[in-house]
């Protein structure tokens, strides 16, 4: 089931893209200016009254809609999980257009939104990978609707020099940003104590998104008395998300399922 949500002449604000969506390689969409949720709704005998809203990654400059986004989605679903998986806007140095995205996917999955009838569920949670982990944990710190888990694959966090995906706060921010607008966009210094509890995934020898994005946003969490957890695995770079060939997938599945059990509790 797929559900448009708006677009840039019904959202809140435009992210001034006016030309059309292209994918010149399968699964990988830029230039998008239609934000849209792909529901896999989950299997009935597992259903364990969880969803989740997935934000695939891309550096704010196109979407992995496949490994970080249907195929992750079908895995959550198969399991009890509905997975829906979200196609938002790029933000052409509109920070607050994929904010708004994600914001309306957790309300219309929380059935507080029209849309989702019937798919909707009592604990709406959030995947993201890489800028859509930034994605992810913005909606976690930012958003005044924030999803009751965050589950975080290799996560971009901070804006910090030295420590940051540049590419992505280009494309989120502009090359010509103040240190403000680094500041308020490195979540770790946004976490309170309304921060939803959180996951994190990644590998040790990521050279893409720095390990550090992580730890940082992990320490974080427990300064603030947060449910956390962190899973560094010593190889696989950045990107992997739910492709056969990442060495440590069976582990964080497991991973990944026996968390959501315990935080149910």
Same mark, same amino acid.
């Given at each position: 089931?797929?559900?448009?949500?708006?677009?840039?002449?019904?959202?809140?604000?435009?992210?001034?893209?006016?030309?059309?969506?292209?994918?010149?390689? +399968?699964?990988?969409?830029?230039?998008?200016? &239609?934000?849209? /949720?792909? @529901?896999?709704?989950?299997?009935? %005998?597992? #259903? =364990? *009254?969880?969803?989740?809203?997935?934000?695939?990654?891309?550096?704010?400059?196109?979407?992995?809609?496949?490994?970080?986004?249907?195929?992750?989605?079908?895995?959550?679903?198969?399991?009890?999980?509905?997975?829906?998986?979200?196609?938002?806007?790029?933000?052409?140095?509109? +920070?607050?257009?994929?904010?708004?995205?994600? &914001?309306?996917? /957790?309300? @219309?999955?929380?059935?507080?939104? %029209?849309? #989702? =009838? *019937?798919?909707?569920?009592?604990?709406?949670?959030?995947?993201?990978?890489?800028?859509?982990?930034?994605?992810?944990?913005?909606?976690?710190?930012?958003?005044?609707?924030?999803?009751?888990?965050?589950?975080?694959?290799?996560?971009?966090?901070?804006?910090?020099?030295?420590?940051?995906?540049?590419?992505?706060?280009?494309?989120?921010?502009?090359?010509?940003?103040?240190?403000?607008?680094? %500041?308020?966009?490195?979540?770790?210094?946004?976490?309170?104590?309304?921060?939803?509890?959180?996951?994190?995934?990644?590998?040790?020898?990521?050279?893409?998104?720095?390990?550090?994005?992580?730890?940082?946003?992990?320490?974080?969490?427990?300064?603030?008395?947060?449910?956390?957890?962190?899973?560094?695995?010593?190889?696989?770079?950045?990107?992997?998300?739910?492709?056969?060939?990442?060495?440590?997938?069976?582990?964080?599945?497991?991973?990944?399922?026996?968390?959501?059990?315990?935080?149910?509790?």
């Amino acid at each position: 089931r797929s559900l448009k949500i708006w677009d840039n002449t019904t959202a809140p604000h435009s992210n001034g893209i006016t030309t059309p969506e292209t994918e010149k390689e +399968p699964n990988r969409v830029r230039n998008t200016s &239609e934000a849209t /949720l792909y @529901i896999f709704p989950a299997d009935k %005998a597992k #259903a =364990t *009254g969880q969803a989740v809203v997935i934000c695939p990654g891309g550096g704010y400059g196109m979407l992995a809609m496949d490994h970080e986004g249907y195929e992750m989605a079908k895995w959550f679903a198969a399991n009890g999980i509905t997975g829906a998986v979200l196609k938002y806007r790029m933000p052409n140095r509109h +920070p607050e257009v994929p904010l708004e995205d994600v &914001e309306q996917a /957790l309300r @219309i999955m929380m059935g507080l939104e %029209a849309g #989702a =009838t *019937g798919f909707t569920a009592d604990k709406v949670g959030i995947v993201g990978s890489s800028a859509g982990g930034h994605l992810a944990a913005s909606a976690s710190t930012l958003a005044r609707t924030k999803p009751a888990f965050s589950i975080l694959f290799y996560p971009v966090i901070t804006a910090v020099q030295g420590k940051r995906h540049q590419g992505s706060f280009i494309n989120l921010l502009s090359e010509q940003r103040t240190p403000e607008q680094d %500041a308020a966009y490195s979540l770790e210094s946004r976490v309170t104590a309304d921060t939803p509890p959180a996951i994190l995934l990644l590998s040790d020898d990521d050279k893409t998104v720095p390990p550090v994005n992580s730890t940082l946003y992990y320490n974080a969490l427990k300064a603030h008395g947060i449910e956390a957890s962190m899973h560094i695995y010593p190889s696989g770079g950045h990107g992997w998300g739910i492709r056969k060939n990442f060495k440590y997938k069976e582990q964080w599945q497991q991973t990944v399922l026996d968390w959501l059990q315990g935080i149910d509790k």
